[in-house]
């Protein structure tokens, strides 16, 4: 572009004025002028040098009428000499003819918009003219035919989408394009051709990231040379909260699946357990409604407040609900009278679905949900037995009861024993209900040929145990006698037999969590209680069930007792948690379940018993299950090593999650020469933390390199990430279980795998003077809980014991927990 600043020849201050030579350049040397100067000196030389060109542009303005495709200006020159100009635009819609050029009066400038430009705006072209007498500017703009039919749009607090239209005043097709202002809106369709039918564009509104307030945003339609116009958008968005809960069918706690729960245009559909989440729905009073294919309709007022709303409730179904009869006999079919049926939800407990016997055996249960069902059958005269029915319509459901004997008054196999402590046996029976009887006799003898003697004394008819305090030897059989009013003893029940040892049986888990392994288990000091949560197990007959269920077994009453309603993370196997001492909790981190592996951090609060999210694990390490975890009081961090990502890939690395600031840093890749020694990649390792020494003992696992279990040791410094091997363990096995005994300075191991053949053995690194290992004699096979793998072990300091919960026997699970007190 040339400019006027450039052509200039009028001096100013200080500036010579070149006179004309005829044509010829004159010889006098000008200092600090160049060829461009002199180019434009030769342009502008006429008989008066010091009457320059002088350029004038008109019109000013010009605004073409729709259907207008020509037009033109008029350059001239008011001075004197040779005008010598060059043009320029900033629309493309426009074309010029000449563009440049030269003239001592005047030039007509012919333009013509270029239709198939216009999309390109703006509506307004502005143009350039630069001479060697000044610079001038015209503009030219399109008359707009762009109409939208409103200014704003109010979306209110609950409005999700409006409607916008758009409109071609003229007959030429108008090319347009939209576009939101703001994240939270968005315009459907954002580009199109318009003619002389109207365009209705969506304008929507996406209130999920947006926090409670007004908002103003705006939606810009741009027709490129037939005009703008920007429509400007409000909504308010209220506080919000969640309602989640879960729809039984109506008297039970059995889910009702499928069925479609909403507020206003929050909606979601019950999974298999009877859930729903109903997330971002405002605060205030609302109607939540239900609807189901066989369920009746409901509909149900609920106020929702800041902290959300847990809402479980039932319904009806005439379809989905049918009638189970049969018959209960016995041995020799005769009908089982007055027996209760109770039909059970998932979880075991009654669903509030019972009838009873009559003489005959028949019985008659109505409104039974349809789907797999278990009855539970309880009878005074009767074993207690469940039994499963599909119900898919109305069925016939016949069962085989077996009778309890009542004489002699304790169950078939003899007398019930029980180990109440590490030197004390109780014994139980169950008393006859009969005026004869007086009391009763508890009568020991020691193993291998010995006579029986009396150890109880006379026991009243109410009572039902004795407890034996006094036995001394390797083990014992019981029996108990019936004893008259008059004093006379009856018959001896065959005998039950028992041995002392150092474990005993705290809980057979019959009232407690389902059997299961790969779970994490801590002890909580406040509590005096071992908290254990989720891992895979059985519910009945179905086995391979993850569960996300938390329970805690009291250490001193020995009770369970069931601690959350399935609210915290997914369910999952083979994770890792430890006990947080700083903040009463239980933090589990990693695992898998059948078709993840998890690297997200929860907690569960002890007190408040309830779960949070510490960390999603999209900042921290792969996901992994079956690695090695512990506790570093010193830094208030979690450090977690190896396990297994998922895909038969076993790791090395290092990580630590400060719980302060719930941040990963990354200790060791655990790649090959990284301060060497380290330790093969691993899965399943047994892991014991040294507090004193601030190391977390590795022992054993299976490296999938050789696919084989391990049996070296290795101690992880946790304040220098580095690597210590020590002796190798007692054999090379994975899946073992193991804590820190403070009073011994050791760390012990119970149980794991080889591969084909599994241990029930307790072993010990110790750590005075040089480590050694060393087998720990725990009494006779069958005194403890003999062979298993993928339990968990906690130490209880107040006893000075440890407890063993879970865990696979062989191909069988387990739910007992035992204590072992040889450690005092």
């Keep these: 572009m040339i400019r006027r600043t450039d052509l200039r020849t009028r001096p100013g201050p200080g500036r010579r004025v070149l006179p004309c030579y005829g044509g010829a350049f004159p010889r006098v040397a000008v200092a600090g002028i160049g060829a ?4 434009v000196w030769l342009a502008g030389c006429s008989e008066d040098a010091t009457d320059p060109p002088v350029l004038r542009l008109e019109p000013p303005s010009i605004t073409l009428v729709p259907g207008d495709s020509t037009g033109s200006l008029t350059l001239s020159n008011a001075g004197q000499g040779t005008l010598s100009w060059q043009l320029e635009s900033d629309a493309a819609w426009l074309s010029f003819s000449p563009r ?9 400038i012919d333009f013509t918009v270029v239709p198939e430009s216009l999309r390109f705006g703006p509506p307004q072209a502005t143009i350039e003219v630069a001479s060697n007498g000044g610079s001038a500017r015209a503009r030219v703009r399109m008359w707009p035919s762009l109409n939208v039919d409103r200014d704003s749009l109010d ?5 999700r989408t409006v409607q916008l239209v758009i409109m071609n005043t003229e007959a030429d097709t108008l090319w347009w394009a939209a576009d939101a202002a703001d994240a939270w809106l968005s315009v459907s369709p954002t580009a199109g051709f318009l003619t002389h039918a109207p365009e209705t564009l969506l304008v929507s509104a996406d209130r999920a990231g947006l926090g409670a307030g007004d908002y103003a945003g705006g939606v810009r339609i741009d027709g490129g040379a037939f005009g703008r116009d920007t429509v400007h958008v409000s909504l308010v968005v209220p506080p919000t909260s969640g309602v989640l809960g879960r729809i039984f069918f109506a008297a039970t706690r059995i889910p009702a699946a499928g069925i479609a729960v909403w507020i206003d245009d929050v909606a979601d559909t019950t999974d298999a357990l009877g859930r729903y989440i109903l997330a971002g729905v405002p605060l205030g009073e609302h109607q939540l409604q239900a609807r189901g294919d066989g369920f009746d309709d409901r509909d149900e007022t609920i106020d929702l407040t800041g902290t959300g709303l847990r809402y479980d409730f039932e319904m009806h179904s005439s379809a989905h609900a049918h009638t189970v009869s049969g018959r209960a006999i016995n041995r020799i079919d005769r009908g089982a009278g007055t027996v ?3 039909v059970l939800n998932p979880d075991g407990s009654p669903s509030g679905i019972h009838g009873l016997t009559v003489s005959d055996g028949t019985y008659t249960l109505r409104e039974v949900p349809d789907g ?3 009855l539970h059958w309880v009878s005074y005269l009767y074993d207690t037995r469940n039994s499963d029915v599909t119900v898919d319509g109305d069925v016939t459901h016949d069962v085989r009861l077996v009778a309890k004997p009542l004489d002699p008054p304790y169950l078939p196999i003899g007398p019930a024993l029980k180990q109440i402590d590490c030197a004390a046996v109780r014994v139980r029976w169950t008393p006859r209900v009969e005026e004869t009887v007086g009391g009763y006799r508890v009568e020991r003898a020691v193993y291998v040929g010995s006579e029986y003697e009396e150890v109880s004394g006379h026991v009243d008819a109410s009572g039902s145990s004795f407890d034996d305090r006094t036995a001394d030897g390797p083990g014992f059989r019981y029996r108990v006698r019936t004893e008259t009013i008059d004093g006379l003893i009856g018959e001896a029940s065959p005998h039950s037999a028992t041995r002392l040892a150092d474990w005993f049986l705290l809980s057979d888990g019959a009232t407690g969590p389902r059997e299961r392994w790969g779970h994490a288990a801590v002890y909580d000091p406040r509590a005096r209680r071992m908290v254990v949560y989720a891992g895979l197990g059985c519910v009945g007959p179905e086995c391979g069930v993850l569960f996300k269920d938390t329970w805690s077994l009291d250490l001193v009453s020995l009770a369970w007792e069931r601690l959350d309603e399935n609210t915290g993370p997914s369910e999952r196997q083979d994770h890792r ?8 909790r239980m933090v589990v981190f990693g695992g898998r379940d059948v078709h993840s592996v998890f690297n997200d951090t929860w907690a569960f609060d002890l007190s408040a018993q309830t779960w949070a999210r510490l960390d999603d694990g999209s900042a921290g390490p792969p996901p992994r299950y079956a690695h090695a975890l512990a506790y570093d009081a010193a830094t208030d961090r979690m450090v977690v090593y190896g396990g297994e990502d998922g895909s038969s890939k076993t790791l090395n690395d290092v990580w630590a ?6 941040r990963w840093e990354r200790l060791r890749t655990g790649e090959y020469g990284e301060l060497d020694p380290q330790p ?14 601030r190391r977390l003992i590795v022992y054993g696992g299976y490296t999938y390199s050789v696919n084989s279990p391990r049996g070296d040791t290795w101690a992880l410094d946790l304040a220098t990430a580095t690597w210590t091997q020590l002796p190798d363990g007692h054999r090379a096995c994975f899946g073992q279980a193991g804590i820190y005994d403070t009073t011994h300075d050791r760390a012990i191991f119970y149980g794991g795998s080889m591969g084909a053949e599994h241990s029930g053995d307790m072993v010990a690194l110790s750590f005075d003077e040089e480590p050694h290992w060393g087998e720990i004699d725990d009494g006779p096979p069958g005194a403890g809980p003999g062979v298993r793998f993928y339990q968990t072990m906690i130490a209880d300091p107040e006893r000075g014991d440890f407890i063993l919960f879970g865990g696979l026997q062989g191909s069988s699970l387990t739910q007992d927990a035992w204590t072992y007190c040889g450690l005092r």
């Design 372 to 374: 797999e069902r278990r």
């Design 577 to 584: 948690g430890f006990y947080d001492p700083v903040r009463h």
């Design 340 to 342: 209760l049926i109770t």
């Design 36 to 39: 461009l100067l002199l180019l």
């Design 657 to 662: 999650f400060h719980l302060d600031a719930n």
């Design 155 to 159: 979306m209110g607090d609950t409005t």
């Design 100 to 108: 440049q050029g030269s003239t001592t009066e005047s030039q007509a």
């Design 680 to 693: 093969e990649a691993r899965v399943f390792p047994g892991a014991v933390l040294d507090p004193g020494r």
